[in-house]
């Protein structure tokens, strides 16, 4: 027995040890927060080339496509505004409309959709998508809108928020953005082992733990069409990823000033975190918290829009068009 205990020890300890190189030095996936895009591409067109680069997906759903919604006589011409929407993980377009609708045509400017890489499409693609892959959605999500207005203005939601933070400290992505607005930005995500899927070979030890997918669907058909509600678990590794990374940079160097909207009791991600960036925040920032309703997400996340919480809409538009006026932008 005493044998037996002697070779039980040495085994744990054994696989503490390998357990701890594991977690030092196995393979972690990067995420390249410098992205550029060529707006050459747009040679023929925002809208031809966002049709062009869509075309490759077959099972885009129907409305939440790369698109830019022209003001009456501005089709393919600049605004002196243009606002750029880029919507959270699992989401799509639709996430918190009309809110950027009406944003849009307050200010008379062009709107500019992104689609990020794996979104609105089967649940599987989600598996394929990467965080500098959403990066580069961002480059591309910002040359399009630059190339549609004179300045830009970002509207994002959760993870694409943590996206246009990034695109922020960036000189080159951030020129000519003039404001940006964070709804419910993610630098954390609010659940116990949040940070598990950003540990080494997470893509391929995670589905033997959680099962093959998630699944978060719902009784509404509309919600489960416009959010991907069941998708691989390894789609959470680029989004923990990308989270952790953004949040451990240097927000005293943002370029941009921003209004961080969001609610003190979001259960999804950590309004916390969303304190300590706003405090760090270079450029002119200002903080804004909601008082949610019975009618509204109970998760307190997704805090305004027609499928989430509609009664949020109205004071979500006129907080921001107050703040833009405060910078100039009206």
């Known amino acids: 027995m005493r044998w037996f205990g002697w070779v039980l020890g040495r085994v744990l300890v054994a696989l503490i040890v390998v357990g701890g190189l ?39 759903v129907p409305g939440v496509e790369k698109r830019v919604i022209w003001q009456d006589g501005f089709k393919e011409q600049r605004t002196p505004y243009s606002v750029l929407y880029v919507h959270g993980f699992s989401a799509s377009s639709e996430e918190i409309r009309p809110v950027p609708d009406m944003v849009a045509d307050a200010l008379g400017a062009n709107l500019v959709y992104a689609r990020l890489q794996g979104h609105g499409r089967d649940g599987s693609a989600m598996g394929d998508a990467t965080a500098s892959g959403w990066m580069q959605d961002m480059a591309e999500g910002l040359a399009a809108a630059k190339a549609v207005g004179e300045k830009v203005v970002v509207i994002s939601t959760s993870t694409g928020g943590t996206l246009a933070a990034a695109a922020t400290l960036n000189p080159d992505l951030s020129e000519d953005v003039a404001a940006m ?7 954390g995500v609010n659940a116990t082992g949040a940070f598990i899927p950003g540990l080494p070979w997470a893509r391929d030890w995670l589905p033997l733990l959680m099962g093959p997918e998630r699944d978060v669907s719902g ?40 209004l961080f909207w969001f609610s003190d009791d979001d259960q999804v991600v950590r309004p916390d975190k969303t304190h300590k960036v706003a ?52």
């Open 219 to 258: 009784p509404d058909p509309e919600k489960n069409k416009y959010w991907t509600a069941v998708y691989p678990w390894e789609a959470v590794v680029p989004m923990t990823i990308l989270v952790e990374t953004v949040y451990g940079l240097d927000f005293s160097q943002a370029l941009v000033p921003a």
């Open 22 to 60: 594991i977690y030092w030095f196995g393979p972690r996936e990067e995420v390249k927060l410098d992205p550029d895009f060529d707006p050459r591409k747009f040679g023929e067109g925002v809208q031809v080339y966002f049709e062009s680069t869509e075309s490759a997906f077959d099972d885009i």
């Open 279 to 330: 405090e760090a925040w270079g450029a002119p920032a200002t903080v804004e918290l909601v008082t949610m309703g019975p009618g509204d997400d109970p998760m307190s996340h997704v805090i305004a829009g027609r499928l989430m919480s509609p009664d949020q809409t109205k004071p979500t538009v006129n907080g921001i068009l107050t703040w833009l006026k405060t910078q100039g932008i009206e």
């Open 181 to 187: 607005v964070f709804v419910s930005p993610n630098f």
